[in-house]
Nanobody, 123 residues
Framework: KVYLVESGGGSVQAGGSLRLSCVGT????????MGWFRQVPGKEREGIAG???????TYADAVKGRFTVSRDNAKNTIYLEMNNLQPEDTAMYYC?????????????????WGQGTQVTVSS
């Protein structure tokens, strides 16, 4: 069974930084596509970053230049380094995985989700 467990969320002030981590088990981690999504209550889940097994990354325009996704296949772990956080980044952040690429970071292409970790940015 596929398990994805996120950690690293918390509360920061605007301009601050956080690093999220997600450990994946139960699947051939190094060959699967991984990524991060976020969601606020009342809105659709939004794709923000994806990364393939060769560390080729894709970002949503809203986070380009501020967020960096990376993975350590030896540790079955994906990371999201978030810098210059702003109040609009406040959301529940979800780790995602699938054997296929998430086309255009659309949630419908994701087969597996973590439980989420909350990020809150105050002004």
């Amino acid at each position: 069974k596929v398990y994805l467990v996120e950690s690293g969320g918390g509360s920061v002030q605007a301009g601050g930084s956080l690093r999220l981590s997600c450990v994946g088990t139960g699947f051939p981690y190094s060959t699967w596509y991984m990524g991060w999504f976020r969601q606020v209550p009342g809105k659709e889940r939004e794709g923000i970053a994806g990364i393939d097994g060769d560390n080729s990354a894709t970002y949503a325009d809203a986070v380009k230049g501020r967020f960096t996704v990376s993975r350590d296949n030896a540790k079955n772990t994906i990371y999201l380094e978030m810098n210059n956080l702003q109040p609009e980044d406040t959301a529940m952040y979800y780790c995602a995985a699938d054997s296929r690429r998430f086309l255009k970071l659309v949630p419908g292409y994701v087969g597996y989700w973590g439980q989420g970790t909350q990020v809150t940015v105050s002004s």
